[in-house]
């Protein structure tokens, strides 16, 4: 089974800063949970999750963000809300999610219901750097997930585009996960275009390349007619326990196991000037994370300055990075991604 997950289906980013946003993001989550075929019942789970969520960010925050779109995994048809925010943080987080707590002289039953009605919950907070939560609701009970890896990433355009000009994929199998982080020149729609004609070579029917050196070919052929991109890919192989990597351009790349690895990308824009194309490989066990992101992060990061957040859903690894270290002065993209297992009938 082969499965596709990527920026080609977009993700709904609600600002909250008044209480009619509230209803807006409300409204955005149903027209989405209609088109996935959720039932009444699921879709009002749904609903409540993100009135907790918007009123939440509204209550302790004054603002924040809510990022609503389709569940990026490959167990089952879902809804993934995350909600973001660079509020006060929550001094005492156990005790927060117990119904009846609150430090905003509410009912304190928002961190509990959220949690209560998703069927997949995970919150990150630091006391004075804000607070992110995940939420994921499924339309129907999922199947365990048969790929090994769990994926979370995010786009934000440039202020005042309407499009995205990064974009990613991860092509999952069952020996194996391929993975794609693009950045197309400049930004706007020829950006966008870019990236998605680079994400459409893992979309083909056809088996993908074998390599992550064929994969980069492959896709500096399908970006000759766009103006072109820098571009990251990856292969995680299960039975090696290998992530194999070929970059051109400044798309940054780490692997976090034991220690950080810097993943070398080679100049060049692929569909135009690609001179050289060099294919590293560095270990890649259960547990181990790749990340990979645009110029429009900071590359100035460092997960140790988080505690506890490499042990999060990678959502919130993805959110965290975003809220705290985009450039805004470019489109910016963050793909997470953690080898979860070794799937059925794999040797690892």
């Known amino acids: 089974m082969e499965t596709l997950i990527s920026s080609l289906t ?27 075929g959720f039932s009444e019942t699921r879709a009002g789970k749904l609903a409540l999750i993100i009135t907790e969520a918007a009123t939440n960010i509204l209550k302790h925050a004054d603002k924040g963000v809510i990022h609503i779109g389709p569940a990026q995994s490959t167990a089952g048809v879902g809804v993934d809300v995350l909600a973001i925010d660079e509020g006060p943080g929550i001094l005492d987080l156990s005790a927060s999610l117990v119904d009846g707590v609150s430090t905003a002289g509410t009912a304190g039953t928002g961190l509990g219901a959220m949690r209560r009605q998703a069927d997949e919950f995970d919150v990150y907070s630091q006391e004075g750097k804000g607070a992110a939560f995940f939420m994921r609701l499924w339309r129907d009970q999922p199947p365990p997930d048969p ?91 299960y039975a090696t326990s290998e992530l194999r990597f070929a970059g051109i351009g400044n798309i940054a790349g780490y692997v976090y196991d034991d220690t950080r690895r810097a993943l070398v990308s080679h100049n060049g824009i692929v569909g135009h000037n690609m001179r050289k194309v060099q294919e590293f490989s560095v270990p890649f066990p259960p547990g181990a994370i790749c990340i990979l992101h645009s110029d429009g992060i900071q590359t100035q990061w460092d997960l140790d300055k988080y505690p506890g957040l490499q042990g999060r859903s990678t959502a919130l690894i993805a959110a965290v990075l975003m809220r705290d270290f985009i450039r805004r002065r470019d489109d910016a993209m963050v793909l997470v991604v953690r080898r979860t297992s070794v799937p059925a009938g794999v040797a690892g």
């Open 147 to 237: 790929c090994g890896v769990e994926v979370g990433a995010l786009l934000t355009p440039l202020a005042g585009e309407d499009e995205c000009g990064d974009g990613w994929g991860v092509r999952c199998m069952r020996s194996s996960a391929t993975l794609v982080a693009s950045d197309g020149l400049g930004h706007g729609p020829n950006a966008a275009r870019a990236s998605s004609a680079a994400i459409g070579v893992l979309a083909k029917p056809a088996p993908i390349p074998n390599t992550a050196t064929d994969l980069m070919q492959a896709a500096h052929e399908a970006l000759r007619g766009t103006r072109g991109a820098a571009l990251a890919v990856a292969r995680i192989d």
């Open 10 to 36: 977009p993700q709904l980013v609600c600002s909250v800063e008044h209480a009619s946003d509230v209803a807006a993001a409300r409204r955005e989550g149903q027209k989405l949970a209609d088109s996935l």
